[in-house]
């Protein structure tokens, strides 16, 4: 039943070998891994102009050279990760550049941040894109919670079925958005230009008397928060079609292209239609509406604004996995996550993050507002990690031409860290914890490296000298009646040694009596010992009793507790039955160095 | 941790031998099993009143001669019960009488209706008493179902500590009650007829234009819910202390006594001072009012009688698990009913009555007042149908003087049938869903019995003829490397016998090649089998092989897949490992006749 509905959700398994047919051309890799970088136009200018409008209406006209100023940076974000993807074909994400030139620990904190930046990447995309629903259809505003989760639900399940199928779902509503957004920019700027458009705008290079550097910094690093994703593409080589080093800096360099003109076409729309943020319409929308009306075209470009948003998270799906699988691939995470699940998807990862990212919109009942800031600055270390970290390999291996990538990387280091500096200073009271969380993430990191290596300390074996040990056996019974089950028991237990000896715990004389003349009357050839509790219970009398055959026969002899236990027909029938014997097994599995065996007898009705 | 915790909350283990020390004198039931009944006095009269009401203000003079019909009724029943009592000095629940003298069936039909009624019980009793505090303090209106919650989960407690305990905590509020309630009565009388009292009282015997025979019926039904509870002490005489049977018959008339008194005492009083039923305020409330006004002692009444629907609750907590053991010997329920906890009690029977009650009140959010028609009837039906299996008992034995007994029993049976049928229709709306949960809980009682006896036919054996059966043995270790764990595993297969062979899932030719070179230099002596597998999964390729393993050597040979398996230190490292070798053990467990063993392994670091 459950393995039936398992296929239908996520279809058939796949062979280790199908895995070729997976990987992403360029188009596709486009959808799947730029969704996150791309979705952030929907949001990107508007962070820009609610800090400025702290100064007043007048001082927006500097959205649009801080939007520049964003720009000159997603060039160079560009120009460094293309590097990185050169440099590290099999992979070059944070985890991989940092670990591999600054040392594991610098690489854990760049991985550590990531992962948990991709958890919050799903929670704060999939609450933003309920927002824009419900800001459109105000009627589901009580259902918030529960359309995220629905959205989490389904990226969860699609990227359980496979990677290509899910590009294809995922790449119509991507290539819809940049299209909309497209023909937005154009006719407003058309509009704009015909005069078409007469609304008060805040005159360029006004000085603006209570603006300060720490609010135009302010909004510069809230303006960053559109360059979220852009890491994406680098981390993901490995799921590009061959060769795919080439396909992934071509398709980095389309989305940067992509991203950079979209997002400086709604910042100067928004400055030349003198737009204002608003609590309850966004910029993108107040420019839709100046430009179209609210027609057709209006809605469509809500609509398909919101599903980048979710789509938003699906990046994250992408990523999450694979960085998952490396940092278990290097012992820092339990090794369930290099698991390749029925349709070859790292179904572990998948489902972590579907769980975790759940919880937090659970706990925030929808509103991850507060987590942006926080969500960007776990870009901007893993950012600034790798790219001092390509520095330091530019330096050690000096190949022909490296002064100048030297160069790119240490103006993006540069950029990157003054952005992480700027985002600790101005946003301090949202972004604290991350002092807390970052350490503890890498100190279970640690512990869990530190855990499989002692494991694997203890379980090493010298081949040459390490040969199975063979002994005597001894073989406990316990028993609760005389019953087919003990017959079977017996019957092993005997079929194995001589030494057997079954047991019996009995609550009073009568009891005691008339098991040891029933037993005397059966005569299985077996020792009958007898235990009396008179605090009614059978496991601790035959703990001790196992005590007691070890403490004597240890060294010479195997002891097996051999457990009989008839199994019902149906699972429900179980819990009409006392649990002793699971008892008995967890407890000595636990404690004791004893093999426990149990002989199984089906009940066929 | 887990055990230090229990032992704070329920105390000590005590011995099997200790129990008679639990029983209980007369006093100390007649505050355990009494609250119950005595607590209907906080709302007998006003279930009748609001009845009345129905028909205006003038038709209120009805509830005295209800009320004298009640009285009637509780002497009957008194008396009828009196008779079970001495009939069946172990123990005369309805299911004991239903099912000796009218067949298994009807005392299932009891029994069920008696179960879920106490169910009902603890529910009711714990949101009416909830109800009350609330409405003395109305700022802890929002937190009802907490209150109630803490109540159920402050009785499961107490009772899981043992028997005597909680009487000594519970005697102390229920003679404050009936001390209380009796100072109310005598006070307002005294005031009533020293012509202190004022109040427009509604003429005696005025004939009431539109009351009908229907109304009367129904409230003379509703004040019927003052006489639930009047059976516990009947169902509970094992734990009474000897002679059980007189004192609990003492016990049971004492308890009538005091319950009419109270009962009719307060309806007296709620006519002559001319009281209307009220949303805002209780009967007993507005006569305390009138008597002592908002002093000192009319908070002190308002305070026991929330205290005493507490309680009642408690009446529950004595009675379920009595019941739950009668039928679990009689293998209509699970046999973990019949296991005496450390402190005693019947720790399931407790455990389950608190959940199931728990999550009534949740359920209903805390309203559970629509339940009490159910409530009433779920008593009503084990009433009428234990004095009908009183009536075919004297029948059958016609000790001398029964037909005097036959009497009073067929006048209850007739009453409390009447009553039953009265609710029936007058109710409809509120009682319907018996009709399917009735049937329901019998089909399972049925059914578990089956269950019960056809797994002990199965498991039956012929002393003299069905014996120990010995066979060789074949032993399969499943392996996933060379390692400490599975030298010992091959130790122990090697100590049994010479058939081992080990199993090795490889998933590629590489691993499969490194696996049997590494095999052949350790030479362990015992045979490797390599299989291949394309999908990934290790259990699969396993089970194929235990299969073939069976066909070839079933006849013969004991088989035992031996698993080996590494315990780690602290639970928590557990989830850093696969956990392939639980799910082979659970397949095996469930479809498989073989032999499973376990090697543990324990990590100490």
């Known amino acids: 039943m459950v393995g039936k509905f398992k296929r239908l959700l996520i279809g058939r398994p796949m062979k280790s070998a199908e895995i070729e047919g997976e990987k992403l051309n360029k188009l596709k890799a486009l959808a799947v891994l730029s969704s996150d970088a791309l ?17 007043g209406f007048t001082a927006l006209w500097y959205s649009v050279p801080i939007s520049l100023g964003v720009l000159g940076l997603l060039l160079i974000l560009i120009l460094s990760y293309r590097q990185t993807i050169f440099a590290y074909p099999t992979g070059g994400g944070a985890y991989i550049v940092a670990k591999n030139n600054l040392g594991v620990h610098t690489g854990l904190l760049a991985g550590g941040s990531l992962l948990v930046d991709y958890i919050l990447t799903v929670a704060v995309s999939s609450s933003a894109g309920t927002d824009a629903i419900t800001s459109a259809f105000p009627s589901l505003h009580d259902h918030r919670v529960l359309i995220s989760l629905t959205m989490i639900l389904f990226l969860t399940i699609m990227n359980l079925r496979g990677i290509t199928e899910s590009a294809s779902v995922l790449a119509l509503p991507v290539y819809l958005f940049v299209v909309s957004i497209f023909v937005l920019i154009i006719s407003g700027v058309v509009k704009y230009f ?13 000085t603006v008397s209570n603006i300060s550097l720490f609010l135009i910094l302010k909004a510069f690093s809230s303006g960053c928060s559109a360059l979220t994703g852009v890491e994406a593409v680098s981390n993901a080589i490995p799921n590009f079609k061959k060769p795919a080093e080439r396909n992934a800096a071509a398709t980095l360099v389309m989305m940067g292209t992509i991203l950079g003109a979209m997002f400086i076409g709604i910042s100067l729309l928004a400055y030349w ?37 979710f789509l938003a998270a699906n990046t994250a799906y992408s990523a999450f996995p694979l960085l998952a699988f490396m940092l278990a691939k290097d012992k820092f995470m339990p090794r369930m996550f290099m698991v390749r699940g029925d349709r070859l998807g790292f179904s572990n990862g998948i489902i972590n993050l579907g769980v975790l990212s759940a919880l937090l919109v659970i706990v925030f009942n929808g509103d991850t507002e507060n987590l942006i800031p926080l969500y960007a600055l776990g870009v901007f270390i893993p950012f600034t990690l790798s790219q001092l970290g390509m520095m330091v390999r530019w330096i050690k291996l000096k190949p022909s031409g490296w002064l100048g990538r030297f160069i790119v990387n240490t103006i993006g280091m540069l950029t990157t860290l003054t952005i992480s500096l700027i985002f600790v200073f101005t946003k301090f009271s949202q972004i ?25 300390d203890q379980l090493r074996i010298d081949l040459a000298r390490d040969k199975p040990l063979i002994k005597g056996n001894t073989i406990v019974v316990p028993i609760a009646g005389i019953t087919q089950v003990v017959k079977q028991s017996l019957g092993y237990a005997k079929s194995v040694t001589d030494n057997v000896v079954a047991v019996y715990v009995g609550f009073n004389d009568e009891e005691i009596e008339r098991m040891e003349k029933k037993w005397e009357e059966w005569d299985p050839g077996v020792r009958l010992i007898v235990l009396r509790s008179s605090y009614r219970s059978i496991i601790r009398p035959l703990i001790k009793f196992v005590d007691t055959v070890e403490w004597k026969t240890a060294e010479t002899d195997h002891i097996t507790v051999l457990i009989p236990q008839f199994i019902t027909k149906h699972w429900w029938q179980h819990i009409l039955h006392n649990q002793t014997s699971l008892l008995l097994r967890a407890y000595l599995f636990n404690r004791k160095d004893v093999v426990i065996a149990t002989v199984p007898y089906h009940l066929n009705k």
Do not use: D
């Not at 015909?194 to 006004?206: D, F, I, L, N, Q």
């Not at 239609?273 to 009306?293: L, R, W």
């Open 273 to 309: 239609y003198g737009i204002a943020p608003s609590e309850k319409e966004t910029v993108v929308s107040q420019i839709a509406n100046a430009t179209f009306g609210r027609g057709f075209i209006y809605y469509f470009i809500q609509g398909v604004t919101a599903l980048i948003l």
């Open 39 to 55: 979705s952030s136009v929907a949001y990107g200018t508007e962070q820009i102009l609610i800090v400025l409008m702290a100064a």
């Open 194 to 206: 015909t005069g078409g458009v007469h609304a008060a705008v805040p005159e360029m290079s006004t």
């Open 432 to 456: 604290w914890m991350v002092f807390f969380f970052l350490p503890f993430v890498i100190f279970i990191f640690i512990q869990t490296k530190r855990h499989y290596e002692n494991t694997a």
